[in-house]
């Protein structure tokens, strides 16, 4: 069964171009890996919430813009494979290639796939 992998970020506006070219190198990488497909997304119409939202869930300022991604993988197995030989993988190391937003807002999770239509 399919499984994905989401994440939700608080990226700086300014950032825009600078995400956009690292989210490409990092779905290069994440693709070698097994990866079905990877879809990016600028947040255009995210309204914040008074209880719950995706701007209230990474602390999004005004100057940042929510991005929403997903990675569908063919099954559980390939992902945690996969993220295993990733995060050994020079290429993904901050230092190597540092995020151009803050990491420690980013909210991310595994899903099993209920149905596709």
């Not at 825009?16 to 600028?42: N, P, S, Y």
């Not at 050994?88 to 899903?111: E, H, L, S, V, Y």
Request: glycine share 6%; proline share 7%; hydrophobic share 45%.
């Amino acid at each position: 069964m399919a499984y994905v992998d989401g994440f939700v970020a608080a990226v700086p506006s300014a950032n825009r171009a600078q995400f956009t070219q690292h989210a490409k190198d990092m779905a290069a990488i994440i693709k070698e890996q097994g990866a079905l497909k990877v879809v990016e997304c600028w947040g255009s119409d995210v309204p914040a919430g008074e209880v719950t939202s995706f701007p209230l869930a990474v602390k999004c300022r005004d100057d940042e813009t929510v991005v929403f991604s997903w990675i569908l993988w063919p099954s559980r197995e390939a992902r945690d494979q996969a993220w295993q030989a990733m995060m050994a993988d020079p290429r993904m190391q901050p230092g190597t290639n540092p995020m151009p937003f803050d990491g420690k807002r980013m909210i991310f999770g595994g899903f099993e796939v209920l149905f596709e239509h």
